[in-house]
């Protein structure tokens, strides 16, 4: 008997109980198991019926994702024809939904003649989240079961149901308060009296006739842009569809054809690194788990402009008080005016109620001197980037504050080392660097120092998540890991810019990449003055290199992005939406004759790689100097800090996706033309030499 699926024969009844934590995922072994249990107690005279169930808070989160790719080995069945099996048993096999149900686990469910649940239940089909369609049977016997429009719902979306739900629509019979397994013995019970009325998903067609095609049209019209370039939501629908259309068996085989190809695409292994990614950010090799972390249970933060209100948000949205400090009195209204226009926004549109934003902005406080935030246990200090200033105002909250105060910064370019050295206490100093607008953007940089103890990067690695942000720990240098990897690219787009490419034509490629936008589009969002400051402080550092000239020349002209209507587009006054500006085609020009360059055409094929290919460069480098754990971290930062699309995968693994060696000639044909901001980085050479990919290198 296996240790993760135990076996009993209770009252006649057999009854499967999975146990393989954390998620009860269903594995090869717990797919054997099951099948072998059921063929016995199909077999097995005495045996009137089966129940399965689960131990612990979930019943199955799903299949083992890990096992994907793996080739199934023999003598372990496939998980369609386990829940096929079931479903065709001559004798009554019950559900006991003791937890979630999702994915694989939610089709085991489906394919039982009754399902019971706990009321705590959910139940769903995620797979989308994940780049493929539930494989299962689910297309076919979720809208048998609840109905096209709330399977669509469910399939499309990913998101799952409660118990109440799931009952009112049909996709579970009955919830059960207490002794839910013993309920299911009972009704296995008196099922197996009348074999022949037993109810198989697959024979249920009343909720799927007649049903208008205009119920999948417009889920379709209804994802068209957030799911662009995707196929998986587009075939969660066709399949669903195909339910309502073709036979049961028919449908299965649609299903399974589609479910593997997706599983195999690009897309599905893009989205299934990401969700990998994603869980490993926690994961530091001299920080285990267990490490001591500092209660955080008030905040203050040094500075009420565009990043310090949105960061004390972050902070009363989870019930922590905030006191937000600003040297300048009318500098702090604003700041709190802005917090406080950002609630009533919520307010407005329906997604928070005037009580909770009354109890929400109650926990954010103002200041305009360092009283009062002795007892805080962080201090996030985002005033002016200036390393003088921030160096005075930590040695002064060294002073104030209780000693185990950890004093963070959220510079976005500063030598944090330095700034921790103006204190007493270097191991309690960090970065916390949230991303704009600070209120809404998922990620967060923490900046481990020279010096900064593993408690304290435990305790803000920690603080994130609570915060319910994306933390992700990186090392001190230039731009740490985000901004560095997007200087360098965007200083190359605007380097094609001067040979030849238009800024609208180098934003439409990058945006049908995926990314929500272009490089000059964000920069207008984020200020084009912003930028040129940043690449005046850079000259400092690769005043030798090749500069661009274009940006100083737009900023010349005052346009700074939409705060002033005008960058590198046009806008009309209230509106985000710019325009391809004439007068920025003319400087553009001019700009080459300027350089004397003589202009030409760029292809988009040019310009995407181009820009990803020295993005990916970087990232590489970011890699060898430390900044960054492993390569997925890198793709977690750049799809929460900049939207690099999901279904790529993040820089590196695309890079790993189209292949290194490819990626690497591309980049010593860019380092021809654009000098050191291209030089290959050594790992590169490295992992292609070995015949390895980014997927290989672990610091
Ligand atoms: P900002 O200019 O909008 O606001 C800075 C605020 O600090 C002002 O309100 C100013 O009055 C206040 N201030 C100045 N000296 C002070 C002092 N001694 N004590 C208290 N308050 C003081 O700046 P910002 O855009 O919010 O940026 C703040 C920090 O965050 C910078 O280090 C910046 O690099 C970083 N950052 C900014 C962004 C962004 O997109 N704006 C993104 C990430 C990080």
């Given at each position: ?58 019943f ?34 019950i559900a006991a939904l003791n937890g979630m149900a999702l994915g694989?686990g939610m089709e085991l469910a489906m394919g039982c003649h009754y399902r019971l649940a706990d009321p705590s239940v959910t139940v769903g089909q995620p ?7 539930p494989?299962?049977g689910g297309t076919q016997r979720l809208p048998r079961l609840v109905g096209p429009e709330l399977a669509l719902e469910m399939i499309v979306t990913g998101k799952p149901i409660n118990a109440t739900k799931a009952f009112e629509a049909g996709a579970i019979d009955e919830i059960i308060d207490e002794?839910l397994?013993?309920s299911a013995?009972?009704l296995?019970?008196?099922q ?7 109810r198989r998903t697959g024979d249920l067609n009343e909720k799927i006739k007649d049903v208008d095609?205009?119920v999948?049209?417009n889920w ?20 669903v569809?195909?339910a309502t ?455």
């Amino acid at each position: 008997m296996s240790n993760i699926i135990t076996f009993e024969m209770r009252n006649n009844v057999g009854v499967i109980t999975i146990n393989n934590p954390p998620a009860n995922a269903l594995n090869f072994e717990v797919k054997k198991h099951i099948s072998e249990n059921f063929d016995f107690c199909m077999s097995n005279s005495e045996c009137k019926g089966l129940v399965i169930t689960s131990e612990g808070r979930m019943f199955i989160a799903g299949a083992d994702i890990s096992e994907f790719g793996i080739e199934t080995p023999e003598g372990i069945p496939e998980l369609e024809d386990v829940i096929r099996k079931i479903e065709l048993a001559p004798k009554p096999v019950i559900a006991a939904l003791n937890g979630m149900a999702l994915g694989g686990g939610m089709e085991l469910a489906m394919g039982c003649h009754y399902r019971l649940a706990d009321p705590s239940v959910t139940v769903g089909q995620p797979e989308v989240n994940l780049g493929f369609i539930p494989g299962g049977g689910g297309t076919q016997r979720l809208p048998r079961l609840v109905g096209p429009e709330l399977a669509l719902e469910m399939i499309v979306t990913g998101k799952p149901i409660n118990a109440t739900k799931a009952f009112e629509a049909g996709a579970i019979d009955e919830i059960i308060d207490e002794d839910l397994v013993e309920s299911a013995i009972q009704l296995a019970l008196s099922q197996a009296k009348k074999p022949d009325e037993l109810r198989r998903t697959g024979d249920l067609n009343e909720k799927i006739k007649d049903v208008d095609p205009k119920v999948f049209d417009n889920w379709r019209q209804k994802i068209s842009s957030k799911s662009r370039n995707m196929r998986s939501p587009f075939e969660c629908i066709n399949t669903v569809e195909a339910a309502t259309k073709i036979g049961f068996d028919a449908g299965l085989a649609y299903e399974r054809e589609v479910f593997i190809e997706l599983r195999d695409s690009d897309e599905g292994k893009s989205m299934r690194h990401m969700f990998f990614a994603e869980r490993g950010v926690a994961k530091i090799p001299d920080i285990p788990k267990e490490t001591k972390t500092q209660n955080i249970n008030k905040v203050a933060i040094i500075g009420s402009g565009t990043m310090g209100g949105g960061i004390a948000m972050n902070f009363a949205n989870v019930g922590i008080p905030a006191v937000v400090v600003d040297i300048n009195e009318d500098a702090l209204k604003i700041g709190l005016d802005r917090v406080k226009n950002n609630y009533l926004s919520s307010v407005a549109k329906g997604r928070m109620s005037q009580e909770k934003m009354d109890q929400t902005m109650n926990l954010i406080s103002g200041a305009t001197n360092y009283s009062e935030i002795a007892d805080s246990d962080i201090v996030i200090e985002a005033v002016f980037e200036d390393m003088d200033l921030k160096k005075k105002i930590f040695k002064e909250l060294d002073q104030v504050c209780k000693p185990e105060t950890i004093l963070a910064s959220n510079t976005s370019t500063l030598d944090i080392n330095e700034i921790a050295d103006s204190t007493n206490r270097p191991d309690k100093v960090c970065g916390t660097h949230f991303f704009s607008p600070a209120n809404i953007m998922k990620l967060l940089e923490n900046v481990r120092t020279e010096k900064s103890s593993k408690e304290t990067i435990a305790t803000v690695m920690g603080l994130a998540k609570k915060i319910k942000k994306t933390g992700v720990l990186v090392g001190v240098g230039d731009g740490f890991v985000g901004n560095r990897m997007l200087h360098i690219s965007a200083r190359i787009a605007e380097f094609m810019v001067e040979e030849g490419a238009l800024p609208w034509q180098i934003d439409k490629v990058i945006y049908d990449f995926g990314f929500p936008m272009g490089p000059f589009s964000m920069n207008d969002l984020a200020g084009v003055d912003v930028r040129y400051l940043i690449r005046q402080e850079q000259k400092k550092l690769y005043g030798e290199r090749r500069q661009s000239v274009i940006i100083d020349n737009v900023y010349n002209t005052g346009r700074y992005g939409q705060k002033t209507n005008a960058g590198w587009y046009d806008y009309e006054v209230g509106s985000r939406k710019g325009k391809p500006s004439p007068l920025i085609e003319d400087l553009i020009i001019q700009t080459s004759t300027q350089l004397g360059i003589k202009r030409r055409t760029f292809s988009d094929q040019e310009i995407l790689e181009t820009y990803i290919y020295s993005m990916i460069n970087t990232g590489a480098k970011v890699l060898e100097e430390k900044l960054a754990i492993r390569a997925s971290d890198i793709d977690v930062i750049w799809h929460y800090g900049y939207g690099f699309p999901r279904y790529k995968g993040g820089p590196m693994f695309y890079a790993d996706l189209i292949g290194l060696h490819k990626v690497y000639d591309g980049i010593c044909e860019l380092n021809e033309k654009y000098g050191d901001w291209v030089r290959p980085a050594e790992l590169i050479e490295q992992l292609v030499r070995e015949g390895k990919g980014f997927k290989d290198f672990q610091l």
